[in-house]
Nanobody, 132 residues
Framework: QMQLTESGGDSVQVGGSLRLACVVS???????????MGWFRQAPGREREGLATIDSRGHSEHAASVEGRFTISRDNVKNTLFLEMNSLKPDDSAMYYC???????????????????????WGKGTLVTISS
């Protein structure tokens, strides 16, 4: 059973950068893996927001709100999903979560986009706070 553990959250100033990591345990990531994985965030009083996804073949998608500032990547050797965040703004303050779902449930990879709401494996989150 895949488990996800996020780290890297911190308190940084506006304009700063952070790199979040999501270590995968209980499963070995390879380019034959069948999982869509992604990063999501939720701020107090706001709905959960999909930020970026990467499918089993490495195709990534980013939400318009973070396009050009955030980059999702996957390192199969480290069994880890990353989110590189640059030019951080106060509105980026939130709890950040990584998540995954087996693509075989959906018969392909086309659903693997940030607005997908069917992720069924979640980490516990890592807190990002941006101060001005």
């Amino acid at each position: 059973q895949m488990q996800l553990t996020e780290s890297g959250g911190d308190s940084v100033q506006v304009g700063g950068s952070l790199r979040l990591a999501c270590v995968v345990s209980g499963y070995t990531l390879t380019w034959s893996s069948t999982y869509c994985m992604g990063w999501f965030r939720q701020a107090p009083g706001r709905e959960r927001e999909g930020l970026a996804t990467i499918d089993s073949r490495g195709h990534s998608e980013h939400a318009a709100s973070v396009e050009g500032r955030f980059t999702i990547s996957r390192d199969n050797v480290k069994n880890t999903l990353f989110l590189e965040m640059n030019s951080l703004k106060p509105d980026d303050s939130a709890m950040y979560y990584c998540a995954a779902v087996d693509e075989r449930q959906y018969g392909g990879r086309s659903f693997c986009e940030p607005d997908f709401t069917g992720m069924d494996i979640w980490g516990k989150g890592t807190l990002v706070t941006i101060s001005s």
